[in-house]
């Protein structure tokens, strides 16, 4: 069972403009949400987070945002540059902190 | 001056066999963890360690064993390998067992069995 769920495999955008990376989630007791970048043959490495008391978290060009309604976060990268050109993982843990679960991620392309 | 270490980085080995992979951080961090990427690309947790103590282990089969002899190193054996346990594990480490607290990956080990 997938309880996070990122359904673009793939997105591709022009350098400057705004990348737009989309998360859902299916299990109502996650209340931490975090996105991770990953660059080919490395590891995963954190970018931003948010908890569900709040509904927006900035972090220089990146902005996490959470709709807790409708289950769905996003992240928003402004302005994209090459350098951002890498997989995009969403995870989530509930209330008792004991684990993340990943989504299968998002490859963002910015072209120059 | 790797922060979470990983070796070997590739390993192709035959079904059946037993191999292990190393994991070592020099972050000073408590907890540990081993994750599994598989071929749908999603990351999987499969064990956490907290100062040497085992707190998570997933629906894993019994012939993964971690094993941490400290608190900067957490080794992962498999006895027995299948052709589903191609994949590439990543180690990561965090100052807490807390989600809270980064998660900080190794570069991961790529498992092929043959």
């Known amino acids: 069972d997938q309880q996070v769920k990122q359904n673009s495999p793939s997105l591709s955008v022009q350098e400057g403009r705004i990348s737009i990376l989309n998360c859902d989630y299916t299990?109502?007791?996650?209340?931490?949400f975090l996105w991770y970048k990953k660059y080919p043959a490395e590891g995963p490495t954190f970018l931003i987070s948010i908890s569900s008391i709040k509904d927006k978290n900035e972090d220089g060009r990146f902005t996490v945002f959470l709709n807790k309604s409708a289950k769905h976060l996003s992240l928003h990268i402004v302005p994209s540059q090459p350098g951002d050109s890498a997989v995009y993982f969403c995870?989530?843990?509930?209330?008792?902190?004991?684990?993340?679960?990943f989504g299968a991620g998002t490859i963002l392309r910015v072209k120059s | 001056d790797t922060a979470v270490s990983q070796t070997p980085k590739y390993l192709v080995t035959q079904m059946g066999n037993d191999k292990s992979i190393k994991c070592e951080q020099n972050l000073g961090h408590d907890t540990m963890y081993w994750y599994k990427q598989d071929s749908k690309k999603f990351l999987k947790i499969m064990f956490s360690y907290n100062n040497k103590e085992l707190i998570i282990n997933e629906t894993v089969p019994n012939r993964f064993s971690p094993k941490s002899p400290d608190k900067a190193h957490l080794n992962l054996h498999i006895n027995s390998l299948e052709l589903g346990d191609s994949a590439v594990y990543f180690c990561a480490s965090s100052q807490q067992h807390r989600v809270t607290d980064t998660q900080y990956f190794g570069p991961g080990t790529r498992l092929t069995v043959l």
């Open positions: 299990n109502s007791m996650f209340d931490y």
């Open positions: 995870a989530a843990s509930d209330k008792y902190g004991n684990k993340l679960v």
